[in-house]
């Protein structure tokens, strides 16, 4: 089946300690990107990987870092969390920069 | 820079009543626009996109939307709504060339009710 997954899906973390969520796709997709939604803001683009070791930075990529070594996936980083990086967290993948996005069912992170 | 604005943040119909979810975009390049559909504690899901072509483009549930290049619009259309409707709705747009950035609007929450 067809899918993104991502991992974890709940995750509760105190300020300044590192997280890393982990997004993998199944299929073979080029373009992967890291979105997180809030309420009354929709969602905004962290970052965005075109192929492996390709990235660029999103709409608000600040206290983020993305690394795509590998096709299938794409972790987005938390180095040192804070309060405001409480957000739901979505990874999407697409055959190309034009293609359906693909989106995995998303994490809701909360740092306290 | 492109932006996205949908100028409905809550549209309450009954059903088989038509909708139409309003979507402005601004750009000064060519732009792709997109629909998407969002139910409850789930993901994101195409409803449909526009590249190029024919201006109408029909998507999947019975929704359609026009691309109005003139009026930089990209409205979403549903003649007779469904209680399984309600969802929140996005629209985005992501230049034809340049940046490979994919905005977002803040979204329309459609809630049907019987």
């Known amino acids: 089946e067809a899918q993104v997954t991502q991992n974890p899906r709940y995750l509760i973390t105190v300020t300044g300690k590192k997280l890393t969520v982990t997004c993998s796709q199944n299929m073979n997709h080029e373009y992967m990107s890291w979105y997180r939604q809030d309420p009354g803001l929709g969602l905004r683009q962290i970052y965005y990987?075109?192929?492996?070791?390709?990235?660029d930075k999103g709409d608000v990529p600040e206290g983020y870092k993305v690394s795509r070594k590998e096709k299938r996936n794409f972790p987005l980083i938390l180095e040192s969390p804070s309060p405001n990086q409480t957000s739901l967290y979505f990874c999407?993948?697409?055959?190309?920069?034009?293609?359906?996005?693909?989106f995995g069912p998303g994490t809701r992170l909360t740092v306290l | 820079a492109q932006s996205v604005t949908q100028l409905d943040s809550q549209v309450p119909v009954f059903e088989e009543a038509p909708v139409e979810l309003r979507c402005n975009y601004s750009?000064?390049?060519?732009?792709?626009l997109f629909w998407y559909v969002q139910y409850p504690n789930q993901g994101l899901q195409l409803l449909l996109k526009y590249l190029s072509g024919s201006t109408l483009v029909k998507g999947i549930n019975g929704f359609e939307a026009e691309f109005n290049k003139s009026q930089t619009s990209f409205h979403l259309r549903k003649p007779s709504v469904h209680i399984s409707d309600t969802a929140e709705y996005f629209c985005?747009?992501?230049?034809?060339?340049?940046?490979?950035?994919?905005?977002f609007g803040k979204g329309t929450k459609l809630t049907v009710n019987p």
């Open positions: 990987s075109m192929n492996v070791e390709v990235t």
């Open positions: 999407a993948s697409s055959l190309g920069r034009l293609g359906s996005q693909y």
């Open positions: 750009s000064s390049v060519s732009v792709y």
């Open positions: 985005a747009v992501r230049s034809e060339g340049g940046s490979e950035k994919l905005v």
